[in-house]
């Protein structure tokens, strides 16, 4: 007879993760695991617990092995396409919340949307938002679409397109507020080939180069796209405030500044730009 408390006896998983994977694969709720915890359970779940309990022993991100992932309150799709969401990100949907109060059906780009997760998560927040959504992989924006359909429901659209940042866009459209999170790991660094990144898409993690070269493009090219007024806002690594700063400040932004996440760095940098 092999129950829940058996399996959580004998995994080598911490608790919580042993615990997400149960739920995962029999369906049911937390409270159940406690409830039920002495219930005989079928074969073929203990057999499918194992197999993902050994893939996460060789690393494989949870996201990845229930498919899914919550951000914002709200919970999202996740496959070896897409980055999976963190909640440092978080940070600059508040923000970008904040820039767009007091503005009636404000324009929204999301530059690299992967899962969708900041662009849905806005649109969630504010049903007036026109958002648009860009992706170079067909594969995320797949993701993206399923996320966007399922959270927003029926008449609520992101508009998704393939481009390589701005360069598919229609020129003649101008947003009140663009944001992104845009890879910024420098190619050399480590912890690409550690933990939950060595399962993540590549592209979405580095530039191939000193972290900067994405947000250098994003910043130059933005202005060609914002509405006078309208501000600009990237999430960056943990040491990048300053040159985020200085990138912006030289391509004439105004207002340059950086906010700190929830563990006090310094993670998302902006400013506002009048044409």
Known sequence: MTTVAGLLRASSLPALETRILLEHVLGWRRTELITRDNEDLAEDCVGRFEALAQRRSAGEPIAQLVGAREFFG??????????????????????ALEKMAGIDAPRVLDLGTGSGAIAVAIAFSRDDAQLWAVDRSAGALTVAARNAARLLG??????????????????????????????????????????????????????????LAAIRAIVQTAPFFLASGGSLWLE????????????????????????????????????FFTA
Do not use: M
Not at 155 to 178: N, V, Y
């Open 74 to 95: 709200l919970k999202f799709e996740v496959t070896p396409d897409v980055l999976i969401p963190r909640p440092e990100t978080e940070l600059l949907v508040e923000i």
């Open 236 to 271: 960056h690594g943990y040491d990048q405030a300053a040159n985020v700063r200085a990138l912006l400040t030289a391509r004439g932004f105004s207002d340059v500044r950086s906010e700190r996440d929830l563990a006090g760095i310094e993670r998302t940098s902006g400013g």
């Open 154 to 211: 029926p008449g609520r659209k992101i508009t998704l397109l393939e481009s390589d940042w701005t360069d598919a866009l229609d020129p003649a459209l101008r947003f009140e507020l663009i944001v992104s999170n845009p890879p910024y790991i420098a190619q050399n660094d480590p912890h690409l080939s550690e933990g939950d990144l060595r399962f993540e898409p590549r592209t979405a993690l580095t530039d191939e180069a000193d972290g």
